[in-house]
């Protein structure tokens, strides 16, 4: 065994430590725990003397039957709520507010091994207690000489009051971007119409027009569904790709529509299908896209195969024979 694979081994040895799998746990055996608290104490949800531990979401082309660790941290706290009669249910999605990385953000956001462990849980006891958990991503890596990626997750315990100041923030933070972007856009268009000769002569006009667009009334403005935003990212990327224009434009809007999942309510093609299968075409056949992975190709496998397994999708079964 040469230094590379002791330091490899030693790695993963430092995110596995501490992760128990949750097979052979039932909730009964949560039964000695008195509190959510003392879970996420014993069970080591956190790191020692931290408020946030590593958990292993993609263990690479090489899975397997290999355990995801990032959903643990739910599952520990739902099996406990169902030792004291109750079910863990979520209260609000989480925004991954606390992940700085734009492109973190993203990656995260296509993986549901991530997705369907984190926001914010309450559970009600049986013995009339009541108690709230945040599990939020915080950042994401990939270990060193390896495929393995894992996220920081923070776990703890919080109030109601708690989640809807953080769901305010989110709600206010997004209103103030739109409301500068409608401004900018305001103050670009007049002043495109603005005859050169007139500048001067226009300022009074300009000003009381951006004015006049800043007191427009909210309930003009037109709230697109998921399913619709999904549905106008797909036929754009789909457009683009197929005029060989805008690939990387067209790259990233496939990613987005891809990431908002199996939509319910979604009539039509299967556009979170379409979607993916447009994404492995990037990753195989748009170099300035590709570049973005470490290993590509082995990313639209993964997402092929996806599509092929639990979508049945014809042409993402085809196109996995093809890289075969």
Known sequence: MNFKTLLLLGGVG??????????????????????????????????????????????GPQQGEKEIQSLLPKQYLSRFCAAKGGKLSLVQKSSMSLVKDIWSKKLLNTYSSVKQGIGAYQCKQTDGQHWYVSIEPISERKLDHTETRVVYLQTKLVSLEDIKKLNAKTVTTAVIAEKKTNVNNAKNTIASKMPPTKVIEEKKPVVAAIEEEKEKPQAEKVVLSPQLQQMQLYASARKDLGRGQNQINACNNAERAYGYGRLRGASGINVYAESGVLVAKCLTSVPSYSRRFSNPQDRAKRILQNLSTNQNHAVAKYMLKQMN
């Open 14 to 59: 430092l995110v596995l430590h501490g992760c128990a799998s949750m097979n052979g746990l039932t909730s009964e055996s949560f039964n000695q725990y008195a509190s959510p608290q003392e879970v996420i104490d014993k069970k080591n949800i956190n790191d020692n003397n931290s408020s946030a531990k590593e958990y292993v979401y993609y263990w």
